[in-house]
Each structure stands twice: as structure tokens, then as C-alpha cells.
């Protein structure tokens, strides 16, 4: 099996333990539930989630005991992209070829849906909490602060400050490392910690998923300009029509498309560093600079 069947059927896998995850659409609040569904299986690649569980094999665990935490990291992705959808932010009516969650739903229930993805992923991960232990608590308090006010909601608060004004690189590398970046450092560095990892190699997966999650944002960029829009499933020029730096309007394509490979670089030279080998996930974190949408 080449990587791209393994791949797709590591995707199959996770979408049907997801679905187990997800509240039940019943009761007075069965609107909110719907929305929140949809949000989630509307589509996605699952690459947050299929990164944590290749991270917890890498260091040797052999269990389901990190499906809640790849599920509830879905979740917060999800919930980001709800809220990032919004007429209050980047005002998106398509996402992966469908209609967002406010286009569908209406404004008003696309902040309850992003509002209860975020809140229930917490829910998800503190009943495995209570039931595994230690390491499990250390997972969750690695995605509460790679999600949280020091970690992806800061780089999309800053974002949202400075669109319309100049940046420079510093600005736009810490909008980067935080608002796409952390979820990765969180998927990498959850899915080692329910399995054991200490410390250093923990702060080794941060490293690669900073450095991945940077020529992730700028291939991003570049896709937003000359990428195939049946692919993306969204309009190109997005960053444009929201007035966002990029890379690419910083230092042109070219440039871009040389810092993707520098980053992509040093990822794999760290990633070479830890012990514990998986090359599927090798392979995988260079598939999301290398990608064609």
C-alpha cells in the first residue's frame, strides 16, 4: 500500500471513531448539535488528529487511549474555522466546497456551533482524563495552550489588528507560529505525551511542528494565488479580499516558494533527531508542504 491509500484509509479510520465523539442531535439544543456536526463532517483532511495518533505510535503506544484527544483536537480545529469563517473576520461562504457553518446555519448559531466544538472537545478530553491518568493530563494541557490566549487565539487576535497595515517577517512569523502552527506543535506533542515522551523529546516535536507549521502557512499563501480553486474548494484571493499580508505579498512567490523548502528543511533534520522512528509520519508532515491544495 503507497502512502497516499495508507493515508486515506488512516482518514476513514479516524472519521468513523469521530463520529462516536460527536453529541447527539437530540433535545431543545439538537440545532446547535446539527451545526457543530456539520462543521465537522462537512470534510477536512483529519491531518491534526491523524498527526497526534502517528506521534503517539512513534513513541510506542499501541491502544485507542488517543482517539479523544485526536477527536477533541478536530474539534478545536473545526471551531477555529467556524469562528474564522465569520462576517466579523474573513466574512468566507464556502469552505471545502460547501457552505460554511453561518452560511448555512446563520450567524448567530455559527458562534454557538464554534462556541460548543471548542467547549466539548474540553469535555471529551477530561473524561479520558479521569480515566487514564497523568499522561493523559499532560496532552490536554498541551493542546489548552497551543489552543489557548498565548497560542492560536493570539495569532488570530494579532492577525485581525493588523490586517490592512503593513507587516513585516517578525510580525507575520509570530502570527504563523501561533494561528497555524501551534495545533500541530499540539497534535505532535500530545500524541508523544500520552505515550511517555519526556521533556526534551517533547520539545524536539515542538521545534519540527513549528517549522512545518511555517512553509504550511506560506504554501497556504502561495495556493491562495496561484492554486487550483476546484482543489481548494474556495475562492482564491481570499487574503487579498480580507487585505492580509502573506509571504507572498511580502517577498513575492519565488522567495515563498524558497522558505518553504528552508523550513521544510529543518523540520526534517529535527525530526531526525528523535529516537523513535515512524515514516509515515515523516512522510506525512512533508505532504502538507508539497501539497497542491
Given at each position: 500500500m503507497d502512502f497516499e491509500q495508507l493515508k486515506q484509509q488512516k482518514t476513514e479510520e479516524i472519521n468513523a471513531f469521530l463520529k462516536e465523539f460527536l453529541p447527539e442531535e437530540s433535545g431543545k439544543e439538537k440545532v446547535?448539535?446539527?451545526?457543530?456536526?456539520y462543521s465537522v463532517e462537512v470534510g477536512g483532511k483529519r491531518l491534526r488528529p491523524m498527526?497526534?495518533?502517528?506521534?503517539?505510535?512513534m513513541f510506542g503506544g499501541k491502544d485507542s487511549a488517543?482517539?479523544?484527544?485526536?477527536?477533541?483536537?478536530?474539534?478545536?480545529?473545526?471551531?477555529?474555522?467556524?469562528?474564522?469563517?465569520l462576517p466579523a473576520m474573513d466574512n468566507d461562504m464556502y469552505r471545502r466546497g460547501q457552505l460554511t457553518t453561518h452560511?448555512?446555519?446563520?450567524?448567530a448559531m455559527g458562534v454557538l456551533a464554534g462556541d460548543g466544538l471548542l467547549n466539548y472537545a474540553f469535555e471529551v478530553m477530561s473524561d479520558a482524563v479521569c480515566e487514564q491518568g497523568a499522561n493523559a493530563a499532560k496532552a490536554m494541557q498541551i493542546i489548552a495552550k497551543k489552543a489557548g490566549v498565548r497560542g492560536m487565539i493570539a495569532g488570530q487576535t494579532v492577525d485581525l489588528e493588523w490586517t490592512g497595515k503593513p507587516q513585516n517577517k517578525e510580525l507575520l512569523d509570530?502570527?504563523?507560529?501561533?494561528?497555524t502552527a501551534a495545533l500541530l506543535c499540539a497534535a505532535l506533542m500530545a500524541g508523544a505525551a500520552l505515550a511517555?515522551?519526556?521533556?526534551?523529546?517533547?520539545t524536539l516535536l515542538e521545534t519540527v511542528g513549528v517549522y512545518v507549521g511555517l512553509a504550511f502557512q506560506i504554501k497556504d499563501d502561495i495556493l491562495d494565488v496561484i492554486g487550483d480553486e476546484s482543489k481548494l474548494g474556495k475562492p482564491l484571493h481570499s487574503d487579498e479580499?480580507?487585505?492580509?499580508?502573506?509571504?507572498?505579498?511580502?517577498v513575492g512567490i519565488e522567495e515563498a516558494e524558497r522558505l518553504v523548502k528552508e523550513y521544510s528543511k529543518r523540520a526534517v533534520e529535527v525530526f531526525e533527531l528523535?529516537?523513535?522512528?515512524?515514516?509515515?509520519?515523516?512522510?506525512?508532515?512533508?505532504?502538507?508542504?508539497?501539497?497542491?491544495y
Amino acid at each position: 500500500m503507497d502512502f497516499e491509500q495508507l493515508k486515506q484509509q488512516k482518514t476513514e479510520e479516524i472519521n468513523a471513531f469521530l463520529k462516536e465523539f460527536l453529541p447527539e442531535e437530540s433535545g431543545k439544543e439538537k440545532v446547535l448539535c446539527e451545526a457543530m456536526n456539520y462543521s465537522v463532517e462537512v470534510g477536512g483532511k483529519r491531518l491534526r488528529p491523524m498527526i497526534l495518533l502517528e506521534a503517539y505510535k512513534m513513541f510506542g503506544g499501541k491502544d485507542s487511549a488517543a482517539q479523544p484527544f485526536a477527536a477533541a483536537l478536530e474539534m478545536i480545529h473545526t471551531y477555529s474555522l467556524v469562528h474564522d469563517d465569520l462576517p466579523a473576520m474573513d466574512n468566507d461562504m464556502y469552505r471545502r466546497g460547501q457552505l460554511t457553518t453561518h452560511a448555512k446555519y446563520g450567524e448567530a448559531m455559527g458562534v454557538l456551533a464554534g462556541d460548543g466544538l471548542l467547549n466539548y472537545a474540553f469535555e471529551v478530553m477530561s473524561d479520558a482524563v479521569c480515566e487514564q491518568g497523568a499522561n493523559a493530563a499532560k496532552a490536554m494541557q498541551i493542546i489548552a495552550k497551543k489552543a489557548g490566549v498565548r497560542g492560536m487565539i493570539a495569532g488570530q487576535t494579532v492577525d485581525l489588528e493588523w490586517t490592512g497595515k503593513p507587516q513585516n517577517k517578525e510580525l507575520l512569523d509570530y502570527i504563523n507560529e501561533r494561528k497555524t502552527a501551534a495545533l500541530l506543535c499540539a497534535a505532535l506533542m500530545a500524541g508523544a505525551a500520552l505515550a511517555g515522551a519526556d521533556e526534551g523529546e517533547l520539545t524536539l516535536l515542538e521545534t519540527v511542528g513549528v517549522y512545518v507549521g511555517l512553509a504550511f502557512q506560506i504554501k497556504d499563501d502561495i495556493l491562495d494565488v496561484i492554486g487550483d480553486e476546484s482543489k481548494l474548494g474556495k475562492p482564491l484571493h481570499s487574503d487579498e479580499k480580507n487585505e492580509k499580508s502573506t509571504y507572498v505579498t511580502l517577498v513575492g512567490i519565488e522567495e515563498a516558494e524558497r522558505l518553504v523548502k528552508e523550513y521544510s528543511k529543518r523540520a526534517v533534520e529535527v525530526f531526525e533527531l528523535c529516537l523513535h522512528e515512524n515514516p509515515f509520519l515523516k512522510e506525512l508532515l512533508l505532504s502538507l508542504v508539497t501539497r497542491e491544495y
